[in-house]
């Protein structure tokens, strides 16, 4: 790869053009992997389960976000309308329907049309996974009767009533939507 450098410096030039019309802003998030996270920033969905909302996408209808799970047993039943890709950052976890698991620093892909239970085992304390969820999840029955849904606007939806409701506002959910 071709660098070039200032003459007179020797230090690497940045792009000097201007960026394409209509270009979003670039979004950075520090601090998310942290333990002094503040706690009003996870949105709860139940007493043990909650997410932090890292980008919600709604011209695409993606959102990424990391779910945290503080509890045992099964999460939910869900089908997927689109593409999932996870990578599990603390405990682990699986679903009843496949023999592979999500652990700890792992990757995993999940294709649209799947339909799986999620399940957190006894021995975890705290599961923490990053989810970059494309379509939605269509909660489902054990036979397959959709019961729910959850996509990038209800998901919106939720973080804007907690973040209205416990100080931090909604100038910074608005920084997350694209």
Sequence with gaps: MSTRTDPLTGEPLAYQGEQPFGKADDLVIAGVLGADCDERLWVPQSD????RPLLFSV??????????????????????????????????????????????????????????TLEVPDDVEEMRTLFHVSGAYIYVDPNGVPQGVEDVFTKLENARRHYASNGIGLDYLDSLVR
Excluded: C, M, Q
């Design 48 to 51: 043990d389960v909650s997410f």
């Design 59 to 116: 011209s695409h209808g993606y959102f990424v976000n990391v779910l945290r799970v503080r509890k045992t047993g099964i999460l939910s039943r869900h089908r997927h309308a689109g593409p999932v890709h996870a990578v599990t950052l603390k405990g682990r976890w699986h679903y009843l329907e496949h023999d592979w698991w999500a652990e700890e620093g792992g990757y995993s892909f999940e294709p649209p049309g799947d339909i799986h």
